[in-house]
Each structure stands twice: as structure tokens, then as C-alpha cells.
């Protein structure tokens, strides 16, 4: 049995509490190793060193930083496959969705290559007589990321790459149920150039978030995770005054317009609504056709791919569709919400529940299942499922899914599906939801631009990545500064203004 360690100071290192979480293979449910969780002294003592170490990491000039990150890139593509194997071996997804998922990561790292253009400051000539103003951007000192099982390459990327790339130290705690990417990725660091004690990867739960949450070296606090969770760590980390920005659960709606290309639509609601087995913060969970007819016509073309989906364990192949779930209570979670669907009224249109496969009878695997007539007020349709279950919810006219979906209480992704520019143009303006796919079912958007929801799918401030994580993960100072070519007039004892 596998013993996972924490990786502090540049070394893998033993957890010390004797308390540890078991990790399962979510297709076999074999027991694969055990984590060991941090107590508050192994994570305060991991944040001290981390202070020390992050003196020399801000005074190493920007540029050699960014160095750091080309290499880092260059080792994420050496490493590719492995990154892969362990994304798929403890979270269950196939391979080639792993891949994505350490891809859509590494192209946050290569943004962070140009960390120096970004960190650059503002400068006014001549505000003033003989008075010139600067301002700059300065590393927080100590952060922490607090990251969920369902990218174990992807949100850690972005959270360390920009944190580290603007001069800051990081303790990141990735989920106790997907910590071996995370613990690679940090030696992958090692290996790019970056001092040790500059990332720590410590393993825990509450016990060690809490303490993070205390420690007062600890600067600001990125989390993503469940809403309940985010809304917590928030909450706590402000009240602690530490800067946080919480990223929390998600209910994706598709509006289908009379006039769109269903098959296209349909095709995206495979992916979006089955992909990775619903695991996604964007995956599309709710789809709203307008008008009666269209809703007939989208059920008959997404039966048939339904019927056609490959449920199964990445090691079967890559024509896989979609893995297992993450555990087995997720499983029976997520089995327990289409009961009360069926219970509430909707029309179980495909039915997942039950689903075993031969020789993976421990596996927690559910069958992709479709609701139709669905209504807002069912749990199905209120409730985050985080599982591979697509509600359709028909609405008569564009204004009634406009409504829906803004009364909805996540804002994290939507998506409209039409041939009329005007409708998504209004769409895109009109609903209150941080990303926007307009015939694109899952809006992420690149790692230039930034990611970050609405509503209850995101507390605090800035997004993720992009030119707003060097804002967050920077603060700035600004320098009013005179020279004097000789003093004429004696001291001066007003507030002056500067004319
Ligand atoms: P989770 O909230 O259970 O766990 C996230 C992190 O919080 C983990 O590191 C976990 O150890 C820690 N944690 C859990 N309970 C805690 C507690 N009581 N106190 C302190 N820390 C605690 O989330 P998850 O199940 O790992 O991930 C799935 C959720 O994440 C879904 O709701 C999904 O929508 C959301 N998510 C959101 C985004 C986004 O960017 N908005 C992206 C990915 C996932």
C-alpha cells in the first residue's frame, strides 16, 4: 500500500499527525494509497518556512521567475502522459480528458511566461512640479490555494503558476481524494528551478484548511470548491482580513432557440452534459428548449446518442466517453437526486441508476441519464447533481429561459444555441453569469482572459488567471516622489494641492 506523503521544503515528507484519508480507484474501488492529513502544527511550521524562502523568491527579479515557468512548461509536456495516468488513475476520467485537464493548466503556466509585462507598474511624469508618481506591483508574501478532486492537474496550475510567477510563496492543499498530481507537479517545480520552500504542498482537510485560515502569515486564500465551502472559507478568511476570492458550484443552463442547428446542439449537449461524468464547474445540466416543438425535436436526437454513450474505466481504451464517479457515496448521491426526479413528477426519458460493468462490480459508475419536464422547483433542478444527469426544462418563449435562468442562484457558465445574432447578442448582455458560450457549450475561456462565476458560484473578488490573477496575487504601492533642485522658499506647512 502506497504511504503519499506532504512535499515541504523541497522534500517528500512524512505526515506526523497518524491521521490519513484512504484514495480509491473510483473504477474499481480498490483502495490505491493512503494521504496523510496535516494538523494545524505541520501546516503552521509548513507556512513559516515558506515566509523564509519567499524573501528571495520576491527578490529574484521577474524575469528570471518567468524562466522558472518556461521550464515548468517545457517538463509539463515531457511529463504529459504521466500527468495524465495519475489524473485518470484517482479521479476516474479517461485519458484523453486528463490530458485536457493537465492542458488547459499547462496553458496558464505558459500565460505566466510573461509575467514581467504584467507586473509592470504605472508611472506619471511630471504630475506636479518637479514631482513624478510610480506605482507598483509587489507579491502578497505567503498564499494559499485550496483546490477540489474534479481537476487535480488543471485549478493547482491555476493557482500556483500566477501566485509564484508575481513573486509569492504558496501552501497549496489539493483534495484529499486526488493529491498525487499535485505532489508531481510540485517536484516538476523542483526540477524547473524553483527554490525550495517556495511551494508547499500540504495534504489535510478541514483540520488543515482551518488552519490556513488562521495562520496570520497567510496573505490571501484562493479556493475552489462546493458553494457551501467557498462560502465558509470566505467568510472566514475575510473576517481574518486576508484577501480571498472563493470559486463555488455551478447549475450550466443551454437555451436551444427555435432556429438553431439541433444537431449541433445536441452533439454539444453529449459532451458538455456527460463529459467527465458531469464533474465540471461548466458542464451544461440543465438544457432549455424554447417552444414545445423544438423540445420534442431535441429529446429524439439526443435519445439516440445517449444510447450510444461508452460508459467505462480509462483502462479500457479511448473510446470511453466518460469514467466513473468519484466515490461510491457520490454515486448513490447522485442515484438518490434521479429517485427524486422520478418521485417529483419529471420524465425519466434515459435511466441511469443500477449501472455495474462486468468486472468492475465495485466501480462507481452511473449510466447517463436525461430528464425531461423537468420544473424549477424540483431538487433535481435546484440542486448542484455533479454527475452525468441532464434536466430539460421547456419554456414557451426566449423571455421565460432568459428569466430562468437569471432567477437561477449559480452564475457560473451558460450557453444559447441559435442561428440569430441578435438573440445572442441580447442573451450575452441580459443574463447575470460570468461565462458565456454562444454556440459553445462549455464557455472556459483561455488563459489570457479569465475565469470566474456569478452569483453563488463565486465569492470575493478578480477571477482566475489571466490579467486579473496578477491583480489578486499582487498589491500595489505607489511612490509620490520629489527631487528638489535646491529649497527657495523654506518649509512648507499646508496640504498642498500639486499646481
Ligand atoms: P469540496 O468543497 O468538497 O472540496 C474542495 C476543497 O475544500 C478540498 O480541498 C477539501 O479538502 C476542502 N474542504 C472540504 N470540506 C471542507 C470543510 N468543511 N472545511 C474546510 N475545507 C473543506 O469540493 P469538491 O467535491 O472537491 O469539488 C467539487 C465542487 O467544486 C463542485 O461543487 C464544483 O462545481 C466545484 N468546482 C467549481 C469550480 C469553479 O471554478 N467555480 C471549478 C471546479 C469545481
Redesign the pocket.
Known sequence: MQELTHFINGEKTTGTSGRFADIQSPATGEKLATVPLATKDEIDAAVAKAAEAQIGWAATNPQKRARVMMKFAALINEHMDTLAELVSREHGKTLPDARGDVQRGLEVVEVCMGAPHMLKGEYTDAGGPGIDLYSMRQPLGVVAG??????PAM?PLWKMAPALSCGNAMIL?????VPSTALYLAELLQQAGLPDGVLQVVN???EA??ALLDNDTIQAVG????????Q??YGRAATNGKRAQC????KNHMLIMPDADLDKAADALMGAGFGAAG????AISVAVPVGQETADRLIEKLVPRIEKLKVGPYTAGEDIDFGPV?TPAAKSRIEGLIDSGVAQGAKLVTDGRGLTLQGYESGNFVGPTLFDNVTADMDIYQE?I?GPVLSTVRMDTYEDALTLVRDNAYG?GTAIYTADGDTARDFAHRVNVGMVGINFPIPVPLSYHS???WKK??FGDLN?YGPDAFKFYTRTKTVTARWFSGIKDGGEFNFKAMD
Open positions: 485550496i483546490t477540489p478532486f474534479n481537476f485549478i492543499k489539493p483534495s484529499e481524494r489535510g482537510d478541514k484548511v482551518d479556493f475552489v470548491g462546493s458553494t457551501p465551502i467557498a465558509y472559507i470559486f463555488g458550484g455551478a464533474e465540471r464547474c461548466m468519484i448542484e455533479f457560473n475565469f470566474g462565476g458560484s463565486a482566475q
